[in-house]
């Protein structure tokens, strides 16, 4: 071998022309959790964002959920309940509000904001319609990441908090109603259904949506005759296919719906108005030709209510008459079986909070995920809501842009 082929730079190991081991991109790096579960102090709100199976689960797979005392009693879970599946349970409201992630059903008030930390996650509802600048701004102030539920969407395009709360609000409707028929609340002693030998109660339903449809199902497993009224003639055709059997439904027509009224035994309006609201399907004088100690419930109410005459109450005063019609107008009408949708809203928070561990923080997942993003108003104390911008006039950008940004 020439001599000037030892200072080669290229030299064979023993290993070197033997199979190699494959070096894969490294994986995500799975995040822990620290999520606080506040105790809700807005009136009449007796949801709680997580279960305490939920909390088990999470706390099994290496997460810290803190929770104020009290904070499930309303939904009748104990301190006790939590503790025992693993929750660390809190007097002190200020340490559930520096957790890095905070899970809340009502918005928090101003002076909760204040404990919030500098850069964490907030999850809850918000009617911003009934907030102030104030609270957004102080949001934004804080660099929160605030994330409202409603606007969750899933992988099927559909929002699964709103549909849940419908499902509930739908069926509880028809509950409510066949209370205040009976004699319970001095109702004219009717029974919401039907028997051999009596014709049955009517119902008529104002909207084709998720909680019509529960409504619907609810007063049909009772007996009861029911009608349906909305717009969208494309919505009634699925409501009559989710159902499975002919109904009576109807397009909305003022003359038709007053034709319908006069017979009419109970009024559900269930009719979604999403920004557009409120938009009175039932004017007052339509109430008025109504029989006497029929019954309206609107479940429109939390955006304006689509009935005239609602006016809206709380549980401690819930119902009132009004041209000798019984009306039931409460907001947050899921909260009235708090244990329930508390399960229904566990079921959607629990799988989501796995997500964001799984993809490594919120930060990651709203990179991937766009439901997730979509319910996203305030990212990093950027407001991205075009909607609440245009509200309170503060200015807004695109949550698209800024991932692709960050």
Same mark, same amino acid.
């Given at each position: 071998?020439?001599?000037?082929?030892?200072?080669?730079?290229?030299?064979?190991?023993?290993?070197?022309?033997?199979?190699?081991?494959?070096?894969?991109?490294?994986?995500?790096?799975?995040?822990?959790?620290?999520?606080?579960?506040?105790?809700?102090?807005?009136?009449?709100?007796?949801?709680?964002?997580?279960?305490?199976?939920?909390?088990?689960?999470?706390?099994?797979?290496?997460?810290?959920?803190?929770?104020?005392?009290?904070?499930?009693?309303?939904?009748?879970? #104990?301190?006790?309940? /939590?503790?025992?599946?693993?929750? %660390?349970?809190?007097?002190?409201?200020?340490? @559930? $509000?520096?957790?890095? &992630?905070?899970?809340?059903?009502?918005?928090?008030?101003?002076?909760?904001?204040?404990?919030?930390?500098?850069?964490?996650?907030?999850?809850?509802?918000?009617?911003?319609?009934?907030?102030?600048?104030?609270?957004?701004?102080?949001?934004?102030?804080?660099?929160?990441?605030?994330?409202?539920?409603?606007?969750?969407?899933?992988?099927?395009?559909?929002?699964?908090?709103?549909?849940?709360?419908?499902?509930?609000?739908?069926?509880?409707?028809?509950?409510?109603?066949?209370?205040?028929?009976?004699?319970?609340?001095?109702?004219?002693?009717?029974?919401?259904?039907?028997?051999?030998?009596?014709?049955?109660?009517?119902?008529?339903?104002?909207?084709?949506? #998720?909680?019509?449809? /529960?409504?619907?199902?609810?007063? %049909?497993?009772?007996?009861?005759?029911?009608? @349906? $009224?909305?717009?969208? &003639?494309?919505?009634?055709?699925?409501?009559?296919?989710?159902?499975?059997?002919?109904?009576?439904?109807?397009?909305?027509?003022?003359?038709?719906?007053?034709?319908?009224?006069?017979?009419?035994?109970?009024?559900?309006?269930?009719?979604?108005?999403?920004?557009?609201?409120?938009?009175?399907?039932?004017?007052?004088?339509?109430?008025?030709?109504?029989?006497?100690?029929?019954?309206?419930?609107?479940?429109?109410?939390?955006?304006?209510?689509?009935?005239?005459?609602?006016?809206?109450?709380?549980?401690?005063?819930?119902?009132?008459?009004?041209?000798?019609?019984?009306?039931?107008?409460?907001?947050?009408?899921?909260?009235?079986?708090?244990?329930?949708?508390?399960?229904?809203?566990?079921?959607?928070?629990?799988? %989501?909070?796995?997500?964001?561990?799984?993809?490594?923080?919120?930060?990651?997942?709203?990179?991937?995920?766009?439901?997730?993003?979509?319910?996203?108003?305030?990212?990093?104390?950027?407001?991205?809501?075009?909607?609440?911008?245009?509200?309170?006039?503060?200015?807004?950008?695109?949550?698209?842009?800024?991932?692709?940004?960050?």
């Amino acid at each position: 071998m020439p001599e000037n082929n030892k200072s080669s730079h290229y030299t064979l190991g023993k290993t070197s022309l033997m199979p190699q081991e494959e070096k894969l991109e490294t994986g995500k790096k799975r995040e822990k959790l620290v999520v606080g579960i506040p105790k809700e102090n807005r009136e009449y709100e007796s949801r709680v964002g997580l279960t305490p199976e939920a909390v088990e689960l999470l706390v099994s797979n290496g997460h810290e959920i803190i929770i104020e005392s009290g904070a499930g009693a309303n939904a009748n879970y #104990t301190d006790k309940d /939590y503790s025992e599946c693993g929750g %660390l349970i809190v007097t002190n409201k200020s340490d @559930v $509000f520096r957790c890095d &992630i905070v899970l809340k059903i009502a918005p928090p008030a101003i002076e909760e904001i204040d404990m919030l930390k500098s850069g964490s996650v907030l999850i809850s509802s918000l009617p911003f319609q009934i907030q102030s600048d104030e609270y957004i701004r102080k949001l934004i102030h804080k660099k929160i990441t605030a994330i409202s539920f409603e606007g969750l969407k899933d992988k099927d395009n559909c929002y699964p908090v709103l549909r849940s709360m419908s499902e509930i609000a739908g069926t509880t409707s028809i509950l409510i109603a066949a209370e205040y028929l009976s004699n319970v609340h001095d109702g004219k002693g009717v029974l919401l259904g039907g028997v051999t030998g009596i014709t049955p109660t009517e119902v008529i339903i104002l909207g084709a949506g #998720t909680a019509a449809e /529960y409504a619907a199902r609810a007063a %049909l497993g009772l007996g009861a005759f029911i009608k @349906v $009224f909305d717009h969208s &003639i494309s919505k009634l055709k699925r409501l009559q296919l989710n159902l499975s059997r002919q109904l009576f439904t109807s397009v909305f027509h003022k003359r038709v719906v007053e034709k319908h009224l006069k017979s009419a035994d109970v009024v559900i309006g269930a009719m979604h108005l999403g920004d557009k609201g409120p938009q009175f399907l039932i004017t007052e004088e339509m109430v008025k030709i109504m029989k006497k100690g029929s019954v309206i419930i609107d479940i429109s109410i939390d955006q304006g209510g689509c009935i005239e005459t609602s006016e809206c109450m709380n549980y401690s005063n819930p119902s009132y008459i009004k041209h000798g019609v019984i009306h039931y107008s409460v907001p947050n009408i899921a909260s009235r079986v708090a244990r329930t949708a508390s399960i229904a809203l566990s079921n959607v928070f629990n799988p %989501l909070l796995f997500s964001i561990a799984e993809a490594g923080g919120v930060q990651k997942l709203l990179k991937e995920d766009i439901g997730f993003r979509h319910g996203v108003y305030i990212y990093n104390g950027i407001l991205t809501s075009s909607s609440i911008g245009n509200y309170f006039g503060i200015p807004s950008k695109d949550i698209d842009l800024l991932m692709a940004a960050f």
